[in-house]
């Protein structure tokens, strides 16, 4: 196969590369798809980790919604975590380029960046796109690059432009349209990349945060279970790619974590109750909230509906009315527990308001008097019966002395009756 090549240069350093335009009869594995090249952002990313040398141990992170637009959480690869990170939950350090450290909760059992990475990613305007390569200098300590999506070098829009017209092609070849062969070699000037450091100050204007588009990539569906932990999206963030109780974690105020403030049995079963409304219901919460009011709070949920669940047709009015002012106050703070309230609701009208309702209350009210009654009958005939052996016994005794008693009694009256 034949390729018609774009000299960058022929003494370019690892930043500048050789890049290869098919020529005519171009038959490339249409088998990639977009998500499977590699962006711009993410090539230079590698070009810099591989700069970086083997003293330290590295990873690169490419930054999808759930990291910077709204769960504020990230998540690291669970074997660099199992072998380089503490296995108990730790403070650490994120050391940016300039020297300026940030301190964030390190939770171990999800393997993750929790309090404080809200903060890092504010004062570094991180955006959907960006590359970080966190460095391991240290045992709780990381040296972070930022590289971003918006700062590109003319490599890296050569890289694009090329990204781009091979998936035209392949496009074209799957659909049996011919494409053009380049006729003429075009070459670029090289231009010399400068320093991770250096570019990021030569590069004045940070990108503001973007606004999130309803459509996710598949690294976004890959990680789609941070975003199941935010407390702060104006939308309902359904649970998307959580399918096991091992992926669900509860995090509220955008970075703090409960798991370790409610009992794994009730965090179980909460996560069944999420999944049944395929949405996580702490989602809405108003920031801020005291983190144990809202551990109590999603105890108090479980623990209502199971007893919602558990209840018959003969529980109190007044019960119904409990569970549903607790359950008001909840959704006023921004719990999504408006279908636990339509339960009670209906639920009380069939239980009080309907006839075949009141005639089941009639029915266990007889029924369960009735039960009181024979148990009272029950008690009272086994007291009879100990009565009745009580006056066998005594009867007994009375016809044993009785001759003895009157003897006794004629002499004891003859003695109080004598003369003077």
């Known amino acids: ?27 490339e594995d249409t088998s990639k798809t977009p998500s499977q090249v590699k962006s711009p952002t993410l090539v230079r990313a590698e070009e810099v980790q591989s700069s970086l040398g083997q003293e330290f141990p590295t990873v690169l992170k490419s930054l999808v919604r759930s990291h910077v637009g709204s769960c504020f959480w990230m998540g690291l690869p669970v074997p660099f975590c199992k072998k380089y990170l503490p296995m108990k ?31 890092f990613a504010g004062d570094h305007k991180l955006v959907e796109g960006d590359v970080l390569i966190f460095q391991l200098i240290a045992p709780d300590r990381f040296k972070v690059y930022v590289i971003r999506t918006n700062d590109l070098t003319d490599v890296d829009g050569a890289l694009s432009l090329l990204n781009l017209e091979i998936l035209a092609k392949q496009s074209d070849a799957a659909e049996g349209t011919p494409t053009t062969p380049k006729d003429n070699c075009k070459r670029k000037k090289p231009q010399k990349s400068l320093p991770l450091a250096m570019a990021q100050k030569k590069k004045q204007e940070k990108p503001q945060m973007e606004e999130q588009s309803g459509n996710d990539s598949d690294e976004v569906a890959s990680e789609v ?15 998307g790619d959580v399918k096991t109780f091992e992926d669900f974690t509860i995090v509220v105020n955008n970075d703090e974590c409960l798991d370790s403030e409610i009992p794994v049995h009730v965090r179980r079963k909460y996560f069944e109750l999420c999944c049944t409304r395929n949405a996580v219901l702490h ?41 549903d002012k607790s359950l008001n106050s909840f959704e006023l703070l921004g719990m999504n527990v408006g279908f636990l309230r339509t339960r009670v609701a209906r639920l009380r009208t069939l239980a009080f308001e309907s006839e075949g309702g009141s005639d089941a209350r009639r029915y266990w009210e007889a029924k369960e008097r009735l039960i009181q009654c024979e148990d009272e009958v029950r008690n009272l005939e086994a007291k009879i019966a ?35």
Request: proline letters at 0%; aromatic letters at 8%; charged letters at 25%.
């Open 386 to 420: 100990k009565l009745r052996e009580a006056c066998d016994v005594y009867g007994k005794d009375v016809e044993a002395l009785r001759l003895k008693a009157e003897s006794y009694e004629l002499g004891f009256l003859e003695v109080a009756n004598a003369s003077w």
């Open 1 to 27: 196969m034949k390729y018609d090549c774009l000299c960058l240069s022929s003494a370019c350093t690892n930043y500048e590369q050789t890049i290869c335009v098919l020529e005519q009869g171009l038959k």
């Open 89 to 119: 939950d730790t403070t650490v350090v994120l050391e940016d380029e300039s020297g300026e450290a940030f301190e964030v909760k390190y939770i171990s059992e999800k393997t993750g960046l929790s309090a404080g990475w809200r903060r």
């Open 225 to 239: 279970f941070d975003c199941s932990k935010s407390s702060s999206a104006l939308t309902v963030i359904s649970l």
């Open 283 to 323: 989602d809405s919460l108003l920031t801020g909230l005291y983190t144990k009011l809202v551990a109590a709070m999603i105890c108090e949920v479980v623990n209502i509906a199971d007893s919602i669940q558990a209840c018959t047709v003969i529980t109190g009015r007044g019960q119904f009315e409990l569970w």
